[in-house]
C-alpha cells in the first residue's frame, strides 16, 4: 500500500455485511417494577429516565434503563478469537472518525483515526477488525492490508444497521443506497445504529420482535410470510443479499427478486446473476457472486427449521437473573458459551445420547473441525482451478466453449463455498445446517475437480 495518500478527509466507517454479527434487540420483558422482580435497582432507574430525544423518541441508552437486563446483556464484550464483537461494539466502529486511503490497485480503504488524530497503515479498515485491549485501538495486521475490500463509504451501508436509515430512505428514496455518506446523513443517524427498534415497532416491552429494516423487508417480496418473525428479525441483516451498491432508484429495488426460485444456494445463485448481482474477475473472466452469510435462508431447510426453531430460540435464550426472567440480549455471543442455550440444545439432542452441555458443545466442535478441514482442501483446489483458468484465459489455445464452462462451474463452485463458509474458516457456520453443509461443499469440490479434468 502506498503510505500517505488520503482521499477527502474525514468518513465514516461502514461495515459489509460480511462482518459476523448477529441479530439486534428481541424479546424484551419490561423491567419494571419492584427491585425483586426487576433485578437490583432496575426500577429506580426505570422511573428515574423517561426523557427522549429531540423528536420525542428515546436513544439507545434511555431504553437500556428502561429494560437494564436486555441492555446489560445487549452491550456486553464478546470476543472471539481474540476479536471483540458484538452489536454494541459495531456503534463504536460505525461512527468512529476515518480517512480514505488510496491502494495500489487503485481502490480505496478505509482507516480509523486514532483519538490524536493521527492514523497508520497498521490501522483498521472496514472488516477484518481485531482489538488491541493494551492500546485501546481497532487495528488490523499489516500482512492483511492487500487482501482488503474496497469502497464501503455508501450511505446503502447502514441499510441493514440502522432503522434510522428507514426514514432517511421515506425522506428522500431508495437512491440513498448508493450514494457517498454526507455529515448531514450522519448526522441523521445521530449515534443511533443498533437499537430497540431495529427489531420493535415501538415500546420493545409490549411489540413483538419482527424484521423492520426496508432493505430486506421489500426485497423478501412474498417470501417474507414463509418465514418465523423470530428468524425473519435477524435474517433482516443476516442473509444473502448483496443488492445494496444496485440500487439506483426504486424501480431497481423493485425489479430485483432475490428469492423468487427459492431459499437454497442454487436459487439463490440463480436470482442474482439474473439480477446482475455480480463482479468480474479480469483476470479470468470469472463471474462472481457474494453469497456470503446465507442465516436465513440456510435455516429454511435444516432439521432445525423443520421442527420449528428460529434463531431466538438458540441464540437468545430466556434467562434468569436475580430472580427476574429476562431475554438474552447479546446474539453475538455464541451458544456454546451459554450454558441456558446449551440446555435448550439438550431438549432435542438428549434423544441422540448427548446427556450434558459439555457433550452438547463437544459434538458441534466435531463438527465444525470437520467443515474446517472441509474449507481448508477447498482453498487448494479453489487456487489450483482459478490459475488453470488464468492462463487458458490469458494465453488462449484452449476452446471457448470449455473455458466458459470452467468459469460458470468456478462461479457456482465459488458460491457454494461463499455461503456455506459464512465468512469463517474455523467452520463455525455449519451448525445452522450440517447436513446442507456438507452437501455444498462436495458439490464445490466435484466442480473443481472438474476443472482440473478440463484444463489440467
Given amino acids: 500500500m502506498e503510505k500517505g495518500k488520503l482521499i477527502a478527509s474525514v468518513a465514516v466507517v461502514a461495515l459489509c455485511s460480511a462482518v459476523g454479527i448477529g441479530g439486534g434487540l428481541l424479546g424484551c420483558a419490561p423491567q419494571q417494577g419492584s427491585p425483586s422482580e426487576a433485578g437490583p435497582g432496575d426500577a429506580e432507574s426505570a422511573s428515574a429516565t423517561q426523557t427522549t430525544s429531540a423528536e420525542g423518541e428515546k436513544t439507545m441508552e434511555q431504553w437500556g434503563e428502561l429494560y437494564p437486563l436486555q441492555y446489560g446483556s445487549f452491550s456486553e464484550e464478546t470476543i472471539k478469537g481474540g476479536k471483540y464483537e458484538g452489536h454494541y461494539a459495531l456503534k463504536a466502529k460505525l461512527l468512529a472518525p476515518a480517512v480514505r486511503v488510496e491502494r495500489k490497485d487503485g481502490q480505496t480503504d478505509t482507516k480509523l483515526v486514532n483519538p490524536n488524530g493521527t492514523y497508520d497503515d497498521g490501522e483498521v479498515i472496514v472488516s477484518g477488525l481485531e482489538y488491541d485491549s493494551q492500546n485501546k485501538q481497532w487495528v488490523v495486521k499489516e500482512s492483511e492490508l492487500d487482501d482488503l475490500s474496497g469502497t464501503r463509504e455508501r450511505q446503502g451501508c447502514y441499510a441493514c444497521k440502522s432503522e434510522e436509515f428507514d426514514k432517511v430512505y421515506d425522506q428522500n428514496g431508495a437512491g440513498i443506497f448508493t450514494e457517498k455518506m454526507t455529515d448531514e446523513f450522519v448526522d441523521q443517524m445521530n449515534g443511533q445504529v443498533w437499537s430497540c427498534n431495529t427489531c420493535h415497532d415501538g415500546d420493545p416491552g409490549t411489540s413483538a420482535p419482527d424484521a423492520q429494516l426496508t432493505y430486506w423487508t421489500q426485497l423478501a417480496r412474498d417470501s417474507f410470510d414463509k418465514i418465523d418473525a423470530k428468524s425473519r428479525v435477524c435474517g433482516q441483516c443476516h442473509n444473502s443479499l448483496d443488492y445494496r451498491s444496485r440500487i439506483t432508484d426504486q424501480d431497481k429495488m423493485d425489479s430485483f427478486s432475490p428469492y423468487q426460485y427459492g431459499f437454497d444456494v442454487d436459487s439463490l445463485y440463480k436470482a442474482a446473476m439474473e439480477d446482475g448481482i455480480y463482479t468480474v474477475d479480469e483476470e479470468t473472466g470469472i463471474e462472481l457472486s457474494c453469497l456470503d452469510h446465507p442465516d436465513v435462508e440456510f435455516l429454511q431447510s435444516s432439521v432445525m427449521g423443520e421442527l420449528g426453531l428460529t434463531c431466538i430460540d438458540c441464540h437468545m435464550p430466556k434467562t434468569d437473573e436475580g430472580g427476574a426472567a429476562y431475554t438474552y440480549h447479546n446474539a453475538s455471543a455464541s451458544p456454546l458459551e451459554n450454558e441456558t442455550a446449551l440446555e435448550y ?110 484444463l489440467g
Fill in 345 to 454: 440444545c439438550l431438549t432435542c439432542h438428549e434423544k441422540q445420547g448427548i446427556d450434558s452441555t459439555e457433550a452438547m458443545v463437544d459434538m458441534v466442535r466435531g463438527k465444525q473441525a470437520e467443515a474446517a478441514a472441509l474449507i481448508e482442501e477447498l482453498d487448494g483446489k479453489f487456487e489450483v482451478a482459478h490459475e488453470l483458468i488464468k492462463v487458458a484465459n490469458q494465453g488462449g489455445g484452449v476452446d471457448e466453449a470449455k473455458l466458459q464452462q470452467a468459469r460458470d462451474d468456478y462461479s457456482l463452485a465459488e458460491a457454494y463455498y461463499h455461503a456455506t463458509k459464512g465468512g469463517r474458516s474455523d467452520g463455525s457456520k455449519v451448525v445452522h445446517n450440517p447436513t446442507a453443509t456438507i452437501d455444498y461443499y462436495a458439490k464445490c469440490g466435484n466442480l473443481l475437480d472438474g476443472i482440473v479434468a478440463s
